[in-house]
């Protein structure tokens, strides 16, 4: 899901389908309903964001739109993927050396790990079954867990 909707934006950001957004907005609310997928899409894209304002060079993507091209993953997507599972996971070293490895010598990498650090939260808390039921909590997960993120189960 989040790697889909990485790549909706990246189409967006590339000019080749200006409302990719959108599919990455239906994508990810079929998957995780309605409220929940606003607040994912919403997270994904301040992910996404944070990365192209802080990196010099291109994001190489898989178009999502191809079935067959869409089973590969690029050096980028890889990286940005093993960012969210180490975020995801609570492993603050592996977070930052990721970072460094998807912003080398340039940028402000604390907006990537506040970003990814944030999806990560949102992801742990639907993976344990807080739905929009749960949605305050979610949110109060989202602002403060950030600086004390909990193990949880890998992406896969």
Not at 44 to 69: H, L
Request: aromatic share 6%.
């Amino acid at each position: 899901l989040v790697l889909d909707c990485m790549r909706w934006f990246c189409m967006s950001y590339c000019g080749s389908e200006p409302a990719a957004y959108e599919r990455a907005l239906e994508t990810s609310r079929s998957v995780l309903g309605a409220q929940n997928g606003v607040i994912c899409v919403a997270i994904v894209s301040d992910f996404m964001a944070s990365i192209r304002n802080n990196r010099s060079t291109g994001f190489n993507f898989v178009m999502p739109c191809c079935e067959i091209c869409r089973r590969k993953v690029s050096q980028d997507e890889h990286t940005a993927m093993s960012i969210l599972k180490s975020a995801r996971s609570g492993k603050m070293d592996e977070l930052e050396r990721l970072t460094n490895v998807m912003l080398p010598a340039e940028g402000n990498r604390s907006a990537v790990v506040k970003t990814s650090l944030r999806l990560g939260i949102f992801l742990r808390y639907v993976d344990q079954g807080h739905c929009s039921s749960q949605q305050s909590d979610i949110e109060t997960a989202l602002r403060e867990g950030i600086s004390e993120p909990s193990p949880s189960k890998e992406i896969h």
